[in-house]
């Protein structure tokens, strides 16, 4: 029998237990291709060693790599599509990036055991299983099971892209802090965006509202040094409000007080003035 050209790479049937297998389509051809493109032996590229298991490529990369035909036009997934795939597979620890000059250094996570025919217990004559034990059959198992506990608990933690209104609130919300000299660790903006997420959906608020009280609370006093996270937001709202509104019905009070009507025209003068620069009458 012909041998076929370009050699092979191995992907194991419980990839669809993976959280992987329930993620948009692009995120599953951007996995099939790195793992496709990944070295299967060290190279040297620019210089560099790249070890089997690794490969240097860009995001331009991924796209030209991906594209497809729509009759003669060519199609390309598109840069923030590419980024989110990696950004979210990097998360997952299926793969790391090392940034070079040229693009990056793009490591498979356990390339090697994944890769190596012997760890799936089959034959290579017919494809037939040799004889796995008992005790590997049922560590399995016991794998798989605890797998998908795993997947389970990841997908009840919901992941928002850096344009979602949520995400967007959270940043917001810490730049303001930065913004004041708050010296807090930096946050994890995922789980701060599930509380403005919350906000959004459950409690019915407006983004801009909810952008107005956050710019608020950062300049008030008091507020700035209660309020340092998105859950203590929520759970403070209807205090806040009341505050903001408060002060601002004091200004507006103050405002109205430091002018008086004039008797004679009606105009809206400064309180301290003695003449008129409407009808230029003494009062």
């Not at 089959?122 to 997947?151: F, L, P």
């Amino acid at each position: 029998m012909e041998k076929i050209p370009g050699g092979f790479y191995i992907k194991a049937r419980r990839i669809q237990e993976s959280e992987i297998a329930h993620r948009p389509p692009h995120y599953r051809e951007i996995w099939d291709w790195l793992l496709r493109m990944a070295n299967h032996k060290d190279q040297k590229i620019y210089g560099k060693t790249i070890r089997r298991g690794e490969l240097h490529c860009t995001i331009d990369d991924i796209r030209e790599g991906l594209h497809w035909f729509v009759g003669w036009r060519k199609e390309r997934y598109s840069y923030d599509d590419c980024e989110n795939a990696m950004r979210w597979l990097k998360k997952a620890k299926m793969v790391t990036a090392k940034r070079t000059g040229r693009g990056a250094i793009v490591t498979i996570c356990n390339y090697d055991h994944y890769q190596n025919p012997q760890n799936y217990g089959y034959g290579t004559d017919n494809g037939a299983c040799n004889g796995t034990s008992t005790e590997h059959v049922r560590s399995e198992k016991q794998e798989c099971k605890k797998e998908r506990k795993n997947i389970k608990r990841r997908r009840n933690t919901k992941e928002f892209v850096c344009d979602a209104p949520a995400y967007v609130l959270a940043k917001f919300m810490w730049d303001e802090m930065k913004r004041r000299g708050c010296e807090d660790k930096e946050p994890d903006l995922q789980k701060w965006a599930v509380h403005i997420d919350y906000m959004l959906r459950l409690d019915k608020r407006d983004p801009r509202r909810v952008a107005e009280v956050i710019r608020w609370s950062q300049k008030s006093g008091f507020w700035k040094r209660n309020v340092r996270c998105t859950e203590k937001l929520r759970k403070q709202w209807a205090k806040l409000v009341d505050d903001m509104k408060a002060e601002q019905e004091k200004e507006q009070g103050v405002q109205q007080a430091a002018y008086k009507t004039c008797p004679h025209c009606k105009a809206r003068i400064p309180q301290a003035a003695r003449y008129c620069p409407v009808c230029e009458r003494k009062i």
